[in-house]
């Protein structure tokens, strides 16, 4: 076979049980198992450059939802938290990256057709690229356009929407795909009682008579490691916080809504259905929360939570 050409932004060297392989050698069969049924958990990190060097923000916990992913789909994931995240610091510091994104994938890649997984080999893998700002790089000051999905996020009792499962994303992909084709850059799906749940790959929060406002679990949401970052910072900052059912006009009277999420950090929305959301651009509240959070990942700010990882430069590296 030709070798592969890295087309995607993933850097040279992916950690595949174990074992750091080459980019072009990491491949799956077609007659896996989850190329048929998304039979797939994953995650998805940041590592930031901070002045004493790369630090990956809040690794443990995004390690323990990826196992706990695995158990509820019954997948033998053979590492512990610990063994994930020192191969998480390993491959990033293998790559000479100071920033990446990191990808942790668990899947059934064994060969095996019919629903049922059977015993086709589980495998992990840990692959890094560099991703810029996921909403557009302005998307961080002047916020984004969005839409309410016409899609429904999945109810609990449908798909587990505690588990980030590859399965999951093909509803995220509708979402995604009809906003994008109406020119905007992101959809709200509500859940199935028509309470606001979340963005494709985002949690969201509203602000209303300076009062925090997101969705409980109870409306099928991803619970998002980004979310817990911001309700801590903001009751550090003093602010109310309300997890609780939202009804859709909520969008439309709030102050300020917000997304969040590893990839979309903190990320502003302006207006919803074409209606303007506050002042049209960053509230004063999203502000805050958004430096505080974007000052503690980059090492700028102290971070009195734990949450940082720093990743050793490898010997011999260029500084
Ligand atoms: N909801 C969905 C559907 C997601 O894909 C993500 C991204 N993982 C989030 C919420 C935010 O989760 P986190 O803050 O842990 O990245």
């Excluded at 309700?231 to 709030?254: C, F, Q």
């Amino acid at each position: 076979m030709a070798a592969m050409s890295n087309t995607t932004g993933a850097t040279q060297k992916i950690w595949r049980d174990g074992v750091l392989v080459d980019f072009s050698e990491c491949t799956i069969h077609v007659m896996s198992h989850v190329v048929h049924y998304g039979s797939s958990v994953f995650e998805g990190i940041r590592c930031y450059e901070t002045p004493s060097g790369g630090a990956v923000f809040r690794l443990r916990d995004h390690m323990r939802r990826l196992v706990d992913s695995a158990k509820i789909y019954r997948m033998d994931l053979r590492y512990s938290v610990d063994e994930l995240c020192s191969a998480v610091v390993d491959t990033i510091a293998a790559n000479e990256l100071k920033e990446c994104y990191i990808r942790p994938l668990v899947a059934r890649t064994g060969m095996q057709m019919g629903v049922h997984p059977g015993n086709a080999p589980v495998e992990t893998f840990i692959i890094c690229w560099i991703w810029g700002r996921y909403l557009g790089e302005e998307a961080l000051e002047r916020g984004v356009d969005v839409r309410v999905s016409s899609w429904r996020r999945a109810a609990g009792s449908t798909f587990p929407t505690m588990a980030k499962a590859g399965g999951n994303y093909l509803s995220s992909q509708l979402t995604k795909m009809e906003a994008k084709v109406d020119d905007y850059v992101e959809g709200i799906m509500l859940d199935v009682n028509g309470h606001i749940s979340e963005g494709s790959g985002e949690n969201l929060f509203l602000v209303k008579d300076g009062v925090l406002y997101t969705s409980s679990i109870a409306s099928g949401i991803l619970q998002g490691i980004t979310r817990n970052s911001v309700m801590r910072i903001a009751k550090d900052l003093g602010v109310e916080i309300r997890e609780t059912p939202l009804p859709r006009e909520m969008l439309y009277i709030a102050d300020e809504v917000f997304f969040c999420g590893t990839a979309a950090e903190l990320t502003p929305v302006r207006s919803i259905d074409r209606i303007t959301v506050g002042e049209g651009h960053r509230g004063p509240l999203t502000k805050a929360i958004q430096q505080r959070y974007l000052g503690i990942a980059a090492g700028r700010i102290p971070d009195p939570y734990g949450w940082l990882t720093p990743v050793p430069v490898p010997a011999g590296a260029a500084k």
